[in-house]
């Protein structure tokens, strides 16, 4: 239990507090001792350290200790993200070896531009949005294009696909991008409050106040318990800017 403990502090620096060297730091001690933990145990460390330089960019050091614990998806992954093709390609093919269904066939159909299968719906909900993540930040324009241009298609499967898309661009800063993706969202899903959440935060980026209280009360209206709508309305509200924030009549 106590490891798991250490693991669960790593996290939150990692994931909550986004301090990846610290979090590293802080399982130095772990990877000291990995001989003596269980299989579960070094599964668990091995991947969360992985991690963690692979969010400060060491894809190759990460892919190394994915490689120690046969974890060939986050190993090509790692790969991937460098544009590695070959080495991607090869890590990737020892999974499909034991899971010839799994997402790494369409990922890889998707950042080439060559798209063959059909993923699932749980598929695009759980990757999607992450993986436009990823490659922005490791600047992977060019598989990054090609993912997108599959974003039409994709909808098919998952009418969630343009909002997944859209969010990523907006959390990593591209508006100029995100806006088509969010609208497209709507259209494909006009009664889903979470999608009002996002137009009203990407209307607050760009700083068009008023837009952003139109959004996030559309949001409320279909959802009233939708908190993060209310709590950023109460923001807006609390701070108004007479010409440009909506009042009650």
Not at 119 to 124: A, S
């Amino acid at each position: 239990m106590a490891v798991f403990s250490q693991l669960n502090e790593a996290r939150d620096l990692l994931f909550r507090e986004r301090k990846a060297p610290q979090a590293e730091e802080s399982l130095r001690p772990l990877m000291a001792q990995a001989k003596a933990l269980s299989i579960e145990e070094k599964r668990a460390l091995y991947e969360l350290m992985g991690l963690a330089m692979r969010a400060q960019g060491r894809f190759e050091e990460a892919a190394q200790l994915y490689n120690q614990i046969d974890d060939y998806y986050q190993s090509g992954y790692c790969a991937m993200l460098q544009g590695k093709t070959q080495a991607m390609q090869k890590a990737w093919s020892k999974l499909l070896s034991l899971r010839q269904n799994h997402w790494c066939v369409s990922l890889y159909g998707l950042i080439s531009g060559q798209l063959r299968t059909v993923p699932t719906i749980f598929q695009v909900r759980n990757h999607m949005e992450s993986d436009i993540a990823n490659l922005i930040a490791a600047n992977r324009t060019d598989y990054l294009e090609n993912y997108l241009n599959y974003v039409d298609f994709l909808i098919q499967i998952n009418l969630e696909a343009p909002k997944f898309a859209g969010r990523a661009l907006m959390n990593a800063g591209w508006l100029d991008r995100a806006g088509k993706y969010l609208l497209q969202g709507q259209k494909a899903l006009p009664n889903d409050p979470e999608i009002y959440f996002h137009l009203g935060q990407y209307s607050v980026a760009l700083n068009h106040l008023k837009e952003a209280c139109l959004m996030l009360k559309q949001c409320l209206l279909i959802s009233p318990t939708y908190r993060p709508a209310s709590d950023l309305l109460e923001t807006l509200t609390d701070n108004p800017q007479d010409s440009i924030i909506p009042q009650e009549s």
